[in-house]
Every structure is written in C-alpha cells, then in structure tokens.
C-alpha cells in the first residue's frame, strides 16, 4: 500500500537529506510500515522541530492522530511516539533495553501530575509502571528517543503495538 501523503511544499527526501547515511534505512523502513498500516505522511517545516515527518491516523483530524514524528535534533535521529494505549501492551515497555529506559528517565514530569492547573487541558501526560519503576512523565518528552540501529528493533515494537492497538480501537 502506498502512504497518503498530505499536500505540503516538502517530500520525505528533503526530510532524508537531513538524515545520517547509516540512518537512511530506519527512515525508509518506518515510512514503509506505516505506509503499509495505511497511515498518513505529512512534512511540515516548524520553529520548534524544524523540517520533520508525522504519521497519522487519515480519519483523525486532529493532533490525537498523530503516531510517530521524525525529526533531527542537534544532528541526531529522533522519535516521537504518542504511545496512547501504553496500558494495553506492558509486555512491550518491560522488554525496552536500558539504553532506552535511560532517555525515558531523563523526559520531563508530568507538571499536570503535580499541579493539575498547570500544563493545557487537554494533557494529562503519561503514569505507568517498568519493572519497578514508577513514570509520570510529560505526554511530549516521554516517549521521545535517538533512533539508531540499537534502539530500532524495540521501538518498532513499541509503534507495532500502539499501531495495532489504535486499528483495534478505531475498528469497532
């Protein structure tokens, strides 16, 4: 299946130029999944992100839709999972390497958590339980991770798993 691509002055090889050689391969290889998954692209060019790519539920209009962003921070690969249905998959978040547990841990805490008039209404951020580690961590930084061959395979598990959980959901 081939991704949707929403109408936008910027192509997924503009996004790749940005992109490391060795890293090349896990850009095309998530565009090709969530193509597959019937997700929508779309290549914006922001203040905060710079040039980056999302992927998206096509029916959900909304930010709510947005799965998987793509985007060069400080010249490095990085991922954005909005993991919604984290409850549903903890199988998943146990088996995250600690290399990965470790850039989770440096994600910010949920302020809302602490003080539910700060942060916007509609965050509650993300609380959840690895091993015996107890997050509450902020819904944009908690799941925001470098890519690389090393983290890869377990955060294509991670997206898998919210992508599963997400048809499941939107299917009845």
């Known amino acids: 299946m081939k991704v949707k691509v929403s109408k936008s002055k910027y192509r997924l090889e503009d996004f790749l130029t940005l992109v490391d050689t060795d890293c090349k391969g896990i850009v095309l290889a998530i565009h090709e999944m969530m193509g597959r998954e019937g997700y929508k692209l779309k290549i914006n060019l922001t203040k905060l992100y710079g040039l980056h790519v999302s992927y998206s539920q096509p029916k959900i209009k909304t930010v709510k839709g947005i799965i998987v962003y793509l985007l060069i921070k ?12 984290h409850a549903n998959y903890p199988d998943v978040l146990n088996r995250l390497p600690q290399i990965v547990l470790n850039q989770m841990d440096k ?4 302020v809302k958590m602490i003080d539910p008039r700060k942060c916007w209404k509609g965050c509650m951020g993300y609380d959840f339980r690895i091993g ?29 798993s919210e992508s599963k959980e997400r048809c499941a959901l939107y299917a009845q």
């Open 107 to 110: 994600a910010d805490d949920c």
């Open 74 to 85: 400080n010249g490095k690969l990085m991922i954005r999972i909005n993991a919604d249905n």
């Open 132 to 160: 015996e580690r107890h997050y509450q961590k902020c819904l944009i930084t908690c799941f925001f991770f470098g890519l690389d061959s090393d983290t890869f395979p377990f955060l294509i598990d991670l997206i898998k």
